[in-house]
Protein backbone atom coordinates (compact mmCIF):
# COMPACT_ATOMS: atom_id res chain seq x y z
CA UNK A 1 0.00 0.00 0.00
CA UNK A 2 1.18 3.23 -1.12
CA UNK A 3 1.50 6.25 1.22
CA UNK A 4 -1.15 8.23 -0.53
CA UNK A 5 -3.48 4.98 -0.19
CA UNK A 6 -3.60 4.93 3.10
CA UNK A 7 -3.68 8.55 4.21
CA UNK A 8 -7.43 8.28 1.77
CA UNK A 9 -8.76 6.65 4.19
CA UNK A 10 -8.80 9.50 6.72
CA UNK A 11 -10.32 12.47 4.90
CA UNK A 12 -12.52 14.15 7.21
CA UNK A 13 -9.94 13.43 10.10
CA UNK A 14 -8.45 16.24 12.34
CA UNK A 15 -4.74 15.74 11.45
CA UNK A 16 -1.39 17.40 12.03
CA UNK A 17 1.10 17.67 9.75
CA UNK A 18 4.82 18.70 10.48
CA UNK A 19 7.00 20.51 7.86
CA UNK A 20 10.37 21.64 8.34
CA UNK A 21 9.84 24.26 11.54
CA UNK A 22 6.03 24.26 11.53
CA UNK A 23 2.97 21.87 12.52
CA UNK A 24 0.18 22.31 10.50
CA UNK A 25 -3.34 21.10 12.19
CA UNK A 26 -6.68 20.79 9.77
CA UNK A 27 -9.24 18.61 8.66
CA UNK A 28 -7.62 16.27 6.23
CA UNK A 29 -9.83 16.81 2.89
CA UNK A 30 -8.07 15.74 0.03
CA UNK A 31 -5.11 13.53 -1.22
CA UNK A 32 -3.76 13.64 -4.37
CA UNK A 33 -0.42 12.35 -5.86
CA UNK A 34 1.92 15.44 -5.13
CA UNK A 35 -0.43 17.11 -2.17
CA UNK A 36 -2.72 16.68 0.62
CA UNK A 37 -5.39 19.73 1.42
CA UNK A 38 -6.43 20.31 4.82
CA UNK A 39 -8.80 22.64 5.76
CA UNK A 40 -7.72 25.09 8.64
CA UNK A 41 -9.09 27.45 11.07
CA UNK A 42 -8.66 31.18 9.59
CA UNK A 43 -5.54 33.29 10.65
CA UNK A 44 -6.18 36.67 11.89
CA UNK A 45 -3.67 38.39 9.59
CA UNK A 46 -3.23 35.52 7.07
CA UNK A 47 -4.44 34.91 4.09
CA UNK A 48 -8.14 34.77 3.65
CA UNK A 49 -8.00 31.42 2.08
CA UNK A 50 -9.11 28.49 4.98
CA UNK A 51 -7.14 25.44 3.28
CA UNK A 52 -3.78 24.74 3.42
CA UNK A 53 -2.21 22.63 0.42
CA UNK A 54 0.89 20.93 1.41
CA UNK A 55 3.44 18.89 -0.92
CA UNK A 56 3.99 15.42 0.16
CA UNK A 57 7.87 15.45 -0.14
CA UNK A 58 8.07 18.19 2.53
CA UNK A 59 5.60 16.61 5.01
CA UNK A 60 8.26 14.84 8.31
CA UNK A 61 5.18 13.72 9.90
CA UNK A 62 1.54 13.13 10.13
CA UNK A 63 -0.61 12.49 13.11
CA UNK A 64 -4.28 11.54 13.24
CA UNK A 65 -6.65 13.01 15.84
CA UNK A 66 -9.76 11.68 15.11
CA UNK A 67 -11.51 9.75 12.25
Not at 19 to 29: A, F, M, N, R
Given at each position: ?39 V ?16 R ?10
Amino acid sequence: MRYVDWLQGFIGSETEVTVSGDVIIGTLTEVGEGTITLKVPPIIYGPPTDTALIPLRSIEFVRIVSS
